[in-house]
Protein backbone atom coordinates (compact mmCIF):
# COMPACT_ATOMS: atom_id res chain seq x y z
CA UNK A 1 0.00 0.00 0.00
CA UNK A 2 1.56 3.56 -0.74
CA UNK A 3 0.42 6.53 1.47
CA UNK A 4 1.07 9.79 0.53
CA UNK A 5 1.33 11.71 3.69
CA UNK A 6 1.25 15.27 4.49
CA UNK A 7 2.83 17.41 7.35
CA UNK A 8 1.61 20.88 7.11
CA UNK A 9 3.18 23.63 9.01
CA UNK A 10 2.00 27.18 9.63
CA UNK A 11 5.02 28.39 6.64
CA UNK A 12 6.01 24.91 5.45
CA UNK A 13 4.92 22.18 3.88
CA UNK A 14 6.42 17.91 4.54
CA UNK A 15 5.23 15.46 2.34
CA UNK A 16 6.58 11.76 2.17
CA UNK A 17 5.23 8.61 -0.15
CA UNK A 18 5.83 5.38 1.89
CA UNK A 19 5.04 1.97 0.96
CA UNK A 20 3.72 0.54 3.90
CA UNK A 21 3.66 -3.09 5.04
CA UNK A 22 0.49 -3.09 6.96
CA UNK A 23 1.61 -6.28 8.95
CA UNK A 24 4.80 -5.20 10.20
CA UNK A 25 5.43 -3.28 13.10
CA UNK A 26 7.16 0.28 13.34
CA UNK A 27 8.86 1.06 10.79
CA UNK A 28 9.61 -2.48 9.79
CA UNK A 29 9.18 -3.47 6.10
CA UNK A 30 8.08 0.19 5.03
CA UNK A 31 10.08 2.49 2.08
CA UNK A 32 9.82 6.05 1.83
CA UNK A 33 9.79 6.42 -2.51
CA UNK A 34 9.76 9.92 -2.07
CA UNK A 35 10.09 13.01 -0.23
CA UNK A 36 9.61 16.64 -0.11
CA UNK A 37 9.81 19.83 1.73
CA UNK A 38 8.53 23.34 0.83
CA UNK A 39 9.39 26.03 3.01
CA UNK A 40 8.78 29.73 3.36
CA UNK A 41 5.03 29.67 1.84
CA UNK A 42 3.44 32.79 1.51
CA UNK A 43 6.42 34.53 -0.58
CA UNK A 44 9.14 32.87 -2.65
CA UNK A 45 9.14 29.12 -1.09
CA UNK A 46 11.82 26.63 -1.71
CA UNK A 47 11.13 23.34 -2.68
CA UNK A 48 13.48 20.11 -2.58
CA UNK A 49 12.10 16.97 -3.56
CA UNK A 50 14.02 13.63 -4.14
CA UNK A 51 12.40 10.00 -4.96
CA UNK A 52 14.76 6.65 -3.12
CA UNK A 53 16.50 6.80 -6.37
CA UNK A 54 17.17 9.54 -7.58
CA UNK A 55 19.19 12.85 -6.36
CA UNK A 56 17.36 15.73 -4.86
CA UNK A 57 15.50 18.24 -7.48
CA UNK A 58 15.50 22.27 -6.21
CA UNK A 59 14.09 25.45 -6.72
CA UNK A 60 12.60 28.52 -5.19
CA UNK A 61 9.60 29.52 -6.91
CA UNK A 62 6.51 32.22 -5.54
CA UNK A 63 4.19 30.23 -3.51
CA UNK A 64 1.65 32.14 -1.75
CA UNK A 65 -0.71 29.74 0.17
CA UNK A 66 -0.68 26.07 0.94
CA UNK A 67 -3.12 25.27 -1.84
CA UNK A 68 -0.63 26.40 -4.39
CA UNK A 69 1.67 24.35 -2.17
CA UNK A 70 0.26 21.63 -2.63
CA UNK A 71 -0.80 21.71 -6.30
CA UNK A 72 3.33 22.17 -6.75
CA UNK A 73 3.55 19.07 -4.71
CA UNK A 74 1.11 17.14 -6.43
CA UNK A 75 2.50 18.06 -9.97
CA UNK A 76 5.97 17.00 -9.01
CA UNK A 77 4.60 13.51 -7.88
CA UNK A 78 2.61 13.51 -11.34
CA UNK A 79 6.02 13.60 -12.85
CA UNK A 80 8.12 11.54 -10.54
CA UNK A 81 8.29 7.66 -10.59
CA UNK A 82 10.85 4.74 -9.34
CA UNK A 83 13.19 3.29 -11.57
CA UNK A 84 11.74 -0.29 -12.62
CA UNK A 85 8.37 1.18 -11.80
CA UNK A 86 7.02 3.16 -15.15
CA UNK A 87 3.92 4.28 -13.16
CA UNK A 88 3.87 7.89 -11.79
CA UNK A 89 4.24 8.15 -8.18
CA UNK A 90 0.90 9.66 -8.26
CA UNK A 91 -1.21 6.79 -10.13
CA UNK A 92 0.65 4.93 -7.29
CA UNK A 93 -1.13 6.16 -4.51
CA UNK A 94 -3.48 3.89 -2.62
CA UNK A 95 -4.63 6.66 0.52
CA UNK A 96 -3.61 9.70 2.11
CA UNK A 97 -2.56 10.67 5.17
CA UNK A 98 -2.78 14.28 7.09
CA UNK A 99 -1.45 15.53 10.26
CA UNK A 100 -4.09 17.50 11.97
CA UNK A 101 -2.54 19.35 15.16
CA UNK A 102 -6.02 19.55 17.31
CA UNK A 103 -8.65 17.10 17.66
CA UNK A 104 -10.37 18.87 20.06
CA UNK A 105 -13.22 16.91 22.13
CA UNK A 106 -14.13 15.72 18.82
CA UNK A 107 -11.57 12.88 17.71
CA UNK A 108 -9.88 10.61 19.81
CA UNK A 109 -8.14 8.87 17.19
CA UNK A 110 -7.47 8.99 13.33
CA UNK A 111 -10.44 9.23 11.15
CA UNK A 112 -11.47 9.05 7.65
CA UNK A 113 -12.24 12.28 6.30
CA UNK A 114 -15.64 12.99 4.68
CA UNK A 115 -17.20 16.26 4.18
CA UNK A 116 -18.85 16.39 7.64
CA UNK A 117 -14.89 15.73 9.37
CA UNK A 118 -13.57 19.21 7.26
CA UNK A 119 -16.29 21.10 8.37
CA UNK A 120 -15.59 20.00 12.15
CA UNK A 121 -12.34 20.55 11.53
CA UNK A 122 -12.40 24.12 10.05
CA UNK A 123 -14.71 24.77 13.67
CA UNK A 124 -11.45 24.23 15.71
CA UNK A 125 -9.24 26.61 13.59
CA UNK A 126 -8.94 29.58 16.63
CA UNK A 127 -7.63 26.37 18.76
CA UNK A 128 -4.36 26.28 17.04
CA UNK A 129 -4.25 29.12 14.74
CA UNK A 130 -0.68 28.80 13.35
CA UNK A 131 -1.16 25.28 12.22
CA UNK A 132 -4.91 24.37 12.07
CA UNK A 133 -5.90 27.13 9.26
CA UNK A 134 -2.79 25.34 7.20
CA UNK A 135 -4.01 22.26 7.90
CA UNK A 136 -7.51 22.21 6.95
CA UNK A 137 -6.79 24.44 3.28
CA UNK A 138 -3.96 21.32 2.56
CA UNK A 139 -7.08 19.04 2.40
CA UNK A 140 -9.49 20.46 0.75
CA UNK A 141 -6.39 21.35 -2.10
CA UNK A 142 -5.82 17.38 -2.11
CA UNK A 143 -9.03 16.42 -2.12
CA UNK A 144 -9.55 19.12 -5.30
CA UNK A 145 -7.08 17.46 -6.65
CA UNK A 146 -7.16 14.05 -6.55
CA UNK A 147 -11.04 14.04 -5.91
CA UNK A 148 -12.87 12.75 -2.87
CA UNK A 149 -12.90 9.25 -3.92
CA UNK A 150 -9.34 8.46 -3.02
CA UNK A 151 -9.29 7.39 0.44
CA UNK A 152 -7.90 10.14 2.72
CA UNK A 153 -7.06 10.57 6.91
CA UNK A 154 -6.46 13.05 9.57
CA UNK A 155 -3.97 11.75 12.09
CA UNK A 156 -4.27 13.99 15.26
CA UNK A 157 -1.23 15.51 17.71
CA UNK A 158 -4.06 15.47 20.53
CA UNK A 159 -5.19 11.90 20.50
CA UNK A 160 -2.10 11.02 22.41
CA UNK A 161 -2.84 12.19 25.55
CA UNK A 162 -6.42 11.47 25.88
CA UNK A 163 -4.92 9.36 28.63
CA UNK A 164 -4.43 11.96 30.96
CA UNK A 165 -5.90 11.78 33.98
CA UNK A 166 -8.55 14.39 34.76
CA UNK A 167 -6.40 16.09 37.27
CA UNK A 168 -3.85 16.43 34.82
CA UNK A 169 -6.24 17.74 31.74
CA UNK A 170 -8.43 19.84 34.06
CA UNK A 171 -8.02 23.55 34.60
CA UNK A 172 -9.22 25.28 38.27
CA UNK A 173 -11.52 26.97 36.07
CA UNK A 174 -15.76 26.97 37.52
CA UNK A 175 -16.67 23.02 35.83
CA UNK A 176 -19.73 24.76 34.21
CA UNK A 177 -17.60 26.68 32.01
CA UNK A 178 -15.19 24.24 31.26
CA UNK A 179 -18.17 21.88 30.52
CA UNK A 180 -20.07 24.03 28.44
CA UNK A 181 -17.06 25.16 26.26
CA UNK A 182 -14.99 22.05 26.12
CA UNK A 183 -12.06 24.01 28.08
CA UNK A 184 -9.07 21.09 28.99
CA UNK A 185 -5.91 20.58 28.28
CA UNK A 186 -5.57 18.76 24.86
CA UNK A 187 -2.00 18.45 24.65
CA UNK A 188 0.20 18.39 21.41
CA UNK A 189 2.86 16.81 19.54
CA UNK A 190 1.51 13.35 20.22
CA UNK A 191 2.55 11.93 16.90
CA UNK A 192 5.99 12.52 17.84
CA UNK A 193 5.74 11.35 21.81
CA UNK A 194 4.26 8.32 20.61
CA UNK A 195 6.72 7.41 18.14
CA UNK A 196 9.57 8.01 20.31
CA UNK A 197 7.78 5.87 23.17
CA UNK A 198 7.79 3.45 20.80
CA UNK A 199 11.11 3.28 19.25
CA UNK A 200 12.84 3.82 22.92
CA UNK A 201 10.93 0.58 23.69
CA UNK A 202 12.43 -0.97 20.37
CA UNK A 203 16.16 0.41 21.52
CA UNK A 204 16.28 -0.75 24.18
CA UNK A 205 14.28 -4.27 23.93
CA UNK A 206 11.30 -2.78 26.85
CA UNK A 207 7.91 -3.80 26.19
CA UNK A 208 5.69 -0.54 25.82
CA UNK A 209 3.32 -1.28 28.41
CA UNK A 210 6.47 -0.77 30.64
CA UNK A 211 8.10 1.99 28.98
CA UNK A 212 8.08 4.97 32.33
CA UNK A 213 10.14 7.95 30.52
CA UNK A 214 9.83 11.97 30.11
CA UNK A 215 9.99 12.93 26.07
CA UNK A 216 11.35 16.13 25.11
CA UNK A 217 10.13 17.63 21.77
CA UNK A 218 12.28 20.75 20.72
CA UNK A 219 11.97 22.95 18.09
CA UNK A 220 10.20 25.39 17.00
CA UNK A 221 7.60 24.64 18.49
CA UNK A 222 8.51 23.06 22.11
CA UNK A 223 6.69 20.41 24.30
CA UNK A 224 7.35 18.06 27.50
CA UNK A 225 5.36 14.85 28.22
CA UNK A 226 5.59 12.18 31.22
CA UNK A 227 5.00 8.66 30.06
CA UNK A 228 4.00 5.83 32.28
CA UNK A 229 3.63 2.53 30.95
CA UNK A 230 3.41 3.76 27.51
CA UNK A 231 1.22 6.22 27.91
CA UNK A 232 0.17 10.05 28.25
CA UNK A 233 0.03 10.95 31.88
CA UNK A 234 1.03 14.58 31.73
CA UNK A 235 2.29 17.00 29.17
CA UNK A 236 3.25 20.63 28.87
CA UNK A 237 0.82 22.10 26.06
CA UNK A 238 -2.64 22.79 27.09
CA UNK A 239 -5.76 23.80 25.19
CA UNK A 240 -3.97 25.13 22.27
CA UNK A 241 -0.21 24.95 21.63
CA UNK A 242 0.59 28.02 23.39
CA UNK A 243 0.79 26.83 26.82
CA UNK A 244 3.98 25.18 28.77
CA UNK A 245 7.82 25.51 27.12
CA UNK A 246 9.65 28.56 25.82
CA UNK A 247 9.15 28.31 21.87
CA UNK A 248 10.64 30.10 18.75
CA UNK A 249 8.01 32.39 18.75
CA UNK A 250 5.47 31.44 21.54
CA UNK A 251 5.76 32.38 25.29
CA UNK A 252 4.73 29.34 26.89
CA UNK A 253 3.48 29.50 30.61
CA UNK A 254 2.88 33.34 31.48
CA UNK A 255 -0.18 34.64 33.82
CA UNK A 256 -2.74 35.33 32.08
CA UNK A 257 -4.22 38.83 33.51
CA UNK A 258 -0.34 40.02 31.36
CA UNK A 259 -3.05 39.55 28.24
CA UNK A 260 -5.79 42.23 29.61
CA UNK A 261 -2.84 44.27 31.36
CA UNK A 262 -1.17 44.58 27.75
CA UNK A 263 -4.17 45.24 26.18
CA UNK A 264 -5.06 48.30 28.45
CA UNK A 265 -1.63 49.86 28.21
CA UNK A 266 -1.12 49.55 24.71
CA UNK A 267 -4.31 50.58 23.70
CA UNK A 268 -5.23 47.32 21.73
CA UNK A 269 -7.89 44.26 21.01
CA UNK A 270 -7.06 41.11 22.96
CA UNK A 271 -6.77 39.15 20.11
CA UNK A 272 -3.65 41.32 18.64
CA UNK A 273 -2.18 40.43 21.98
CA UNK A 274 -2.39 36.72 21.28
CA UNK A 275 -1.15 37.22 17.96
CA UNK A 276 1.68 38.47 20.05
CA UNK A 277 2.01 36.12 22.66
CA UNK A 278 2.12 33.21 19.61
CA UNK A 279 3.92 34.76 17.07
CA UNK A 280 6.05 38.02 18.45
CA UNK A 281 7.36 35.89 22.07
CA UNK A 282 9.60 33.46 22.91
CA UNK A 283 12.83 32.90 21.63
CA UNK A 284 12.49 35.70 19.18
CA UNK A 285 10.32 38.01 21.43
CA UNK A 286 13.29 37.52 24.61
CA UNK A 287 15.99 38.43 21.94
CA UNK A 288 14.68 40.17 19.76
CA UNK A 289 16.70 39.02 16.47
CA UNK A 290 16.28 35.41 16.06
CA UNK A 291 13.87 32.44 16.89
CA UNK A 292 16.45 30.22 15.43
CA UNK A 293 18.30 28.62 18.21
CA UNK A 294 21.93 28.20 16.24
CA UNK A 295 21.76 31.93 15.64
CA UNK A 296 21.41 32.66 19.16
CA UNK A 297 23.67 30.14 20.59
CA UNK A 298 26.53 31.94 17.94
CA UNK A 299 25.57 35.16 19.71
CA UNK A 300 25.40 34.55 23.87
CA UNK A 301 29.10 35.68 24.16
CA UNK A 302 28.50 38.86 22.81
CA UNK A 303 24.47 39.37 23.10
CA UNK A 304 23.06 39.82 25.86
CA UNK A 305 19.29 39.50 25.07
CA UNK A 306 20.37 35.85 23.22
CA UNK A 307 22.03 34.68 26.18
CA UNK A 308 19.06 35.22 27.98
CA UNK A 309 16.51 33.67 25.55
CA UNK A 310 18.77 30.41 25.50
CA UNK A 311 18.54 30.45 29.18
CA UNK A 312 15.14 30.94 29.76
CA UNK A 313 14.90 28.47 27.39
CA UNK A 314 16.65 25.33 28.79
CA UNK A 315 15.49 26.53 32.64
CA UNK A 316 11.83 25.99 31.39
CA UNK A 317 12.58 22.29 30.08
CA UNK A 318 14.44 21.87 33.16
CA UNK A 319 11.89 22.76 35.42
CA UNK A 320 8.93 20.61 33.82
CA UNK A 321 11.98 17.49 33.60
CA UNK A 322 12.25 17.87 37.60
CA UNK A 323 8.16 18.56 37.56
CA UNK A 324 7.19 15.27 35.54
CA UNK A 325 10.08 13.08 38.33
CA UNK A 326 7.75 14.09 40.28
CA UNK A 327 4.83 13.16 38.95
CA UNK A 328 6.02 9.36 37.33
CA UNK A 329 8.00 9.12 40.67
CA UNK A 330 10.87 8.46 38.81
CA UNK A 331 11.66 7.69 35.23
CA UNK A 332 14.39 5.30 33.29
CA UNK A 333 15.04 7.46 30.67
CA UNK A 334 14.65 11.05 29.37
CA UNK A 335 14.63 11.41 24.93
CA UNK A 336 15.05 14.31 23.15
CA UNK A 337 13.55 14.62 20.29
CA UNK A 338 12.18 17.43 17.19
CA UNK A 339 15.13 19.99 15.49
CA UNK A 340 16.84 21.36 18.55
CA UNK A 341 16.41 18.34 20.35
CA UNK A 342 18.05 16.23 17.68
CA UNK A 343 21.29 18.40 16.54
CA UNK A 344 21.69 20.74 19.34
CA UNK A 345 24.54 19.39 21.98
CA UNK A 346 25.26 22.38 23.25
CA UNK A 347 20.97 22.89 24.50
CA UNK A 348 21.09 19.29 25.23
CA UNK A 349 23.81 19.94 27.91
CA UNK A 350 22.49 23.39 29.00
CA UNK A 351 19.00 21.64 29.77
CA UNK A 352 20.73 18.39 31.81
CA UNK A 353 23.34 20.59 33.48
CA UNK A 354 22.88 20.59 37.19
CA UNK A 355 20.39 17.22 37.42
CA UNK A 356 22.73 14.83 38.85
CA UNK A 357 21.04 14.71 42.31
CA UNK A 358 18.35 12.63 40.35
CA UNK A 359 21.00 10.43 38.53
CA UNK A 360 20.52 12.60 34.82
CA UNK A 361 23.80 13.62 33.24
CA UNK A 362 25.20 13.39 30.29
CA UNK A 363 28.28 11.84 28.54
CA UNK A 364 30.11 14.96 26.83
CA UNK A 365 31.82 13.04 24.43
CA UNK A 366 28.54 10.62 23.30
CA UNK A 367 26.51 14.02 23.52
CA UNK A 368 28.76 15.60 20.93
CA UNK A 369 28.62 12.99 18.74
CA UNK A 370 25.15 12.76 18.19
CA UNK A 371 23.66 15.50 15.90
CA UNK A 372 20.60 14.51 13.50
CA UNK A 373 21.16 10.62 14.35
CA UNK A 374 19.71 8.28 17.30
CA UNK A 375 21.78 7.15 20.10
CA UNK A 376 22.21 7.04 24.19
CA UNK A 377 24.05 10.26 24.98
CA UNK A 378 24.57 9.02 28.96
CA UNK A 379 26.96 7.06 30.89
CA UNK A 380 26.54 3.30 30.46
CA UNK A 381 26.02 3.58 34.72
CA UNK A 382 23.64 6.58 35.04
CA UNK A 383 20.42 6.25 36.80
CA UNK A 384 18.51 7.93 34.58
CA UNK A 385 19.37 7.20 30.67
CA UNK A 386 19.52 10.16 28.14
CA UNK A 387 18.57 9.20 24.68
CA UNK A 388 18.01 11.34 21.50
CA UNK A 389 15.68 10.06 19.00
CA UNK A 390 14.54 11.50 16.20
CA UNK A 391 10.79 11.48 15.64
CA UNK A 392 8.91 10.44 13.04
CA UNK A 393 5.65 11.60 12.67
CA UNK A 394 4.71 10.55 8.89
CA UNK A 395 5.21 6.47 9.85
CA UNK A 396 2.76 7.05 12.34
CA UNK A 397 0.42 8.82 10.04
CA UNK A 398 0.86 5.68 7.73
CA UNK A 399 0.23 3.05 9.89
CA UNK A 400 -3.15 4.28 11.05
CA UNK A 401 -4.24 5.35 7.66
CA UNK A 402 -3.59 1.71 6.58
CA UNK A 403 -5.16 0.21 10.00
CA UNK A 404 -8.35 2.24 8.86
CA UNK A 405 -8.54 1.36 5.30
CA UNK A 406 -7.67 -2.78 6.56
CA UNK A 407 -11.45 -2.58 8.58
Not at 4 to 16: E, I, T
Not at 135 to 149: D, E, F, N, P, Q
Request: aromatic residues 6%; charged residues 20%.
Amino acid sequence: MNVLVFNCGSSSLKFQVIELNVRAGSGEGNRRLARGLIERIGGEASCAFTTMDGGPSRETIHLPSHEEAVRKALSWLASASIAGRGTPLLQSLDAVGHRVVHGGAHFRSSVLIDDAVIATLESLNELAPLHHPPAVKTIRACRAVLGSALPMVAAFDTAFHHTLPDYASSYALPYELSERHGIRRYGFHGLAHSYVTSRYAELTGTPRDRVTIITLHLGNGCSASAIQNGRSVDTSMGFTPLEGLVMGTRTGDLDPTILTYLAHQEGVPMDEVETWLNTRSGLLGVSGSSNDMRELLAQVDRNARARLAVELFCYRARKYIGAYLAVLGGASALVFSGGIGEHSPPVRAKICDGMRWCGLELDAERNAAIQGSEGQISPAGARIHVYVIPSDEEILIARDTGGLLQH
